[in-house]
């Protein structure tokens, strides 16, 4: 204000001077406009003064902010940005070894990965001007000439985003890049400042050239495409230099809005956005009006489904799974994109060491070439056609290593490049060949069971009487009493049920997934439908009906717990990487954990013998069986609906699981031999032909025997200590001979078997009117009433055998076709029945005692309890 003063008393004084000779109208008019003008004069100084004040202030103002902002962004913006493993000067081939017997390291010469391979990197003298013409006409016109940024695009941009008008972020195909492969989002000032100063900085150092091709071969196109090459196989199937003007400008009109864009799901869409980009191209100058014109009236011919094809050199589902396992390695390891995965595998010269067995490997696949053929032939049928058959999957693991060493992924001849891989991505499921692993081994180590003990196999029951869902046997008749090994061997449902519950579906969920790895089950998920689902249930994980199911890898990988005396091992497809340079990139040696005692692998090694030896899968061939000296161990699995087939089993040398069904799954129909076992049966033949042509017989590996082990005398029935009566059961003796640990031999005696006074003249349980001489001891196994407490009548082998002590004053039932301790029963619970007796052993006999049988008022009938509190809720037991 003080430059104002002097100005204004200056005005104030010539004023005065001049005042009387001011008296003409010219002069009053002089004297208006030079007023006027003083008061413009001060209406401008004025103004100038507070331009200057506002200037001054903005100066101070913005030099702080913009010493704020490069503290800021010192402290937290990251400026500098390198993709290493982009490096375009990188085209070095990849190569595979195997370890042969003597250790060496042989190159898989048919298997090196090139660069021209990668499915997913093209490089830019491949790339048509068309194509990229495209992206940048309509992404970034002046992406030739900026330097990283379109400042003018950025303030439009940000006007029209502070307007509302846009949201769009204005970024050049740099950033656009550098947000790609950083999956940094802009939604905060600080990501955008980052990624100007990233893009400034990069372009200092990469040339256009460069950034395109890193551009082209990164971006996301819609239907799971990443990258041109890729998106010009999925839409056109073809490779990017065939490419035709309207084909280029339908590619780069996806990348904005990928789903409303999408040529295949959005075809009007599409057609409009390329129309503008085509339209751009033209007044950009890039294309003639003749191309335009013809291009806007070409019709976009897509690709139909199926069709889609690679031009890379087809592997081995061996070699095949070893790129899945390297891709995914890199990217969890070293934290690598999917992107710079794929670059670094096929042009990075890696060296992959893996673990394929050639022999072993090249034996499946001459199986596999010819499965159908095999099956149906077995089977006196016709072979369905292709496209309807089945397929099948089996992986193999070498139990001396653990390594994954043959890997099938479909029945064939192998015609894609890394397609679907049945053996390592399938999931489906395992049925029954679920239950050594899920219930038996895990109710063994946690001393639920032992190897000998024995279980009744009836319907699981709540504690009120009311039956599990989904708990019976496939026939519908139950053995009753029984030992685990018949469970095992016959693959029963109930007792792997009942073993569930007991242990409780979150402890088997738990051990599954983080002591075999199964990595495919599922907690509890919703799905895009909003259904809840989870593997938690009982039909789950004790038969194998599962949310999503298995992969035959990890089916395989598991099993080879029970020939590797109970430690897991990762069956792992490398054992390492080294770079270039020959330095260790990844070292894949394998998670191992003892998860099960010895003691437990040895049992589940014997129960496992069983089921080939003698129960559903003894149809595992019978030579391989001879010839490995009966050391062949195994479990079959059919889901209830027969729309899939498995079997897991193993000898010393090899573990194997097969899956075999139909891909979009539905029922297979009858087959006299399950075609997993017949595929498993042909494949473990054809892989130990080696070791039997080259071992002796009686040289040939065992499983691990324990030398504490003893075999000790137990009753069938209970499980314990034999006795003298186990041995007049009606059935014949029940004594059997189970292996123990020397500590763990069993020391209680039999307490089941009672020993009852029998009339042979009545063939029942005698009462105390029989005569002596009429009578015999024989033993019946004593129950109680809650143990068999069904809602109907079922069918249970051993019911006539069944003893229950009755109270003082009992009147003993008239009805002679039922067990003397009927009446225990209220009327609408019943114990089961044997089938094909009219007089079951357990009957009184009315002959000798009638007596009994009249009501002297003093004994009722019990009634049933319907609400009972103690009953678990349906909830935990959901099928
Ligand atoms: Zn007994
Ligand atoms: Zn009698």
């Not at 016959?490 to 579906?505: A, G, H, Q, V, Y």
């Not at 075999?660 to 017949?678: C, E, I, N």
């Not at 009992?810 to 076709?817: H, L, N, S």
Request: aromatic fraction near 10%.
């Amino acid at each position: 204000m003080k430059g104002l003063q002097p100005m204004k008393g200056t005005s104030r004084n010539k004023n005065e001077r001049k005042k009387e000779t001011l008296s003409s109208t010219w002069a009053i008019t002089k004297r208006i406009l030079k007023t006027l003008g003083m008061y413009m004069l001060k209406v401008f100084t004025y103004s100038m003064n507070v331009l200057l004040t506002v200037m001054l202030i903005g100066i101070v103002a913005g030099s702080i902010m913009a010493a704020a902002l490069a503290i800021y962004c010192n402290e937290n913006i990251d400026a500098y940005f390198e993709i290493q493993d982009l490096q375009l000067d990188l085209d070095e081939t990849t190569t595979l070894y195997y370890q042969n017997d003597a250790g060496e390291w042989i190159e898989l010469e048919e298997d090196r990965l090139y660069g021209e391979e990668n499915r997913l990197w093209i490089s830019y003298d491949r790339i048509p001007s068309n194509l990229y013409q495209a992206f940048v006409a309509i992404e970034d016109k002046r992406f030739f000439t900026h330097s990283g940024v379109d400042f003018r695009r950025t303030l439009g941009a940000f006007l029209g985003f502070a307007a509302g008008t846009t949201s769009y972020g204005g970024s050049t195909i740099t950033q656009q890049l550098i947000k790609n492969i950083t999956h940094e989002d802009d939604t905060t000032i600080q990501r955008k400042m980052q990624e100007i100063l990233r893009a400034l900085d990069f372009e200092t150092r990469k040339t256009k050239e460069e950034i395109l091709e890193m551009y082209l071969n990164t971006i996301y196109l819609s239907q799971g495409c990443y990258g041109v090459q890729t998106a010009s196989a999925k839409y056109f199937n073809k490779d990017v230099s065939e490419l035709s003007l309207v084909e280029c400008a339908a590619i780069a009109a996806i990348p904005q809005y990928p789903t409303r864009w999408d040529p295949i799901q959005n075809p009007a869409g599409n057609k409009e956005r390329r129309d503008v980009i085509l339209k751009e191209m033209f007044t950009q100058g890039i294309i003639t009006k003749e191309d335009y014109e013809e291009a806007k009236n070409t019709e976009l011919v897509l690709a139909t489904e199926g069709q889609e094809q690679t031009t890379s050199t087809v592997h081995s589902y061996y070699i095949d799974t070893v790129i899945s396992d390297v891709l995914k390695d890199l990217q969890k390891e070293l934290g690598y994109t999917e992107t710079m995965a794929y670059r670094m595998l096929y042009s990075g010269g890696l060296k992959i060491y893996t673990c394929l067995k050639p022999n072993v490997q090249n034996a499946l696949e001459d199986v596999y070439e010819s499965a159908l053929e095999t099956i149906y032939a077995a089977e006196k049928k016709k072979i369905p056609d292709a496209g309807v058959a089945p397929q099948s999957a089996i992986s193999v693991v070498d139990n001396s290593t653990g390594y994954l060493v043959g890997v099938v992924g479909g029945i064939g001849k192998k015609e894609t490049a890394r397609g679907l891989n049945r053996a390592t991505q399938s999931t489906r499921q395992p049925g029954s060949s679920i239950k050594p692993i899920s219930i038996y081994s895990i109710a063994l180590e946690k001393g639920v069971i032992s190897f000998g003990s024995s279980v009744d196999d009836t319907p699981a029951l709540y504690k009120n009487g009311s039956p599990y869902p989904r708990n019976s046997n496939t026939t519908g008749t139950f053995s009753g009493r029984n030992t685990v090994v018949q469970a095992v061997k016959s693959s029963f449902n109930t007792i792997p049920m009942k073993l569930l519950i007991e242990m409780t579906p979150e402890y088997i969920y738990e051990f599954m997934t983080t002591k075999y790895h199964f990595s495919t089950l599922v907690y509890n998920e919703v799905t895009p439908t909003g259904r809840v689902v989870s593997d938690l249930g009982l039909s789950s994980l004790s038969l194998g009906g599962l949310t999503y199911g298995v992969t035959t890898r990890e089916m395989t990988q598991a099993y080879a717990t029970f020939p590797n005396n109970g430690t897991f091992r990762e069956a792992i497809s490398y054992q390492y990487i080294e770079t270039k340079d020959g330095e260790i990139l990844i070292s894949n040696m394998p998670e191992t954990e003892q998860i099960l005692s010895e003691e437990t692998a040895f049992s589940m090694n014997e129960l496992l013998k069983g089921v080939v030896s003698g129960g559903t899968g003894s149809k595992a061939s019978p030579t391989l069986k001879k010839e490995m000296n009966n050391q062949m161990a195994g479990k079959t699995g059919t889901t209830n609906d027969s729309k899939d087939l498995y079997f897991s089993g193993y000898t010393p040398y090899y573990t194997a699981a097969v899956w075999f069904g139909y891909d979009k799954p539905k029922s297979l129909g009858r087959f006299s031999t399950s075609p997993a076992l017949t595929l498993w049966s042909k494949c473990m033949d054809a892989i130990h032909q080696p070791i039997i042509d080259s071992t002796a017989k009686k040289d040939r590996l065992t499983f691990a025997s324990m030398s504490n082990m003893v075999k000790c005398k137990i009753c069938k029935v209970s499980g314990l200590k034999a006795t003298a009566a186990c041995e007049l059961d009606p059935r014949g003796s029940q004594v059997t001979q189970s292996y123990f640990m020397v500590s763990k031999q069993p020391k209680t005696e039999c307490n089941m078997h009672v020993q009852v006074k029998w009339c042979t003249v009545s063939k029942s349980v005698a009462g105390p009117d029989c005569p002596e001489e009429t009578c015999k001891v024989i033993s019946l196994v004593k129950l109680n009433v809650t143990d068999r407490y069904f809602e109907t009548n079922i069918k249970v082998n051993d019911a006539q055998y069944i003893y229950m002590t009755v109270p003082e004053n009992y009147v003993y039932p008239t009805d002679t076709t039922k067990a003397f301790f009927i009446n225990l029963y209220p009327s609408n619970r019943y114990p089961g029945y044997s089938i094909n007796t009219t007089r079951p052993v357990n009957s009184f006999c009315v002959e000798h005692n009638q007596s009994l049988t009249a009501d002297n008022g003093s004994y009722k009938r019990p009634t049933d309890v319907k609400d009972n509190k103690n009953a678990p809720s349906q909830t935990t037991a959901g099928g």
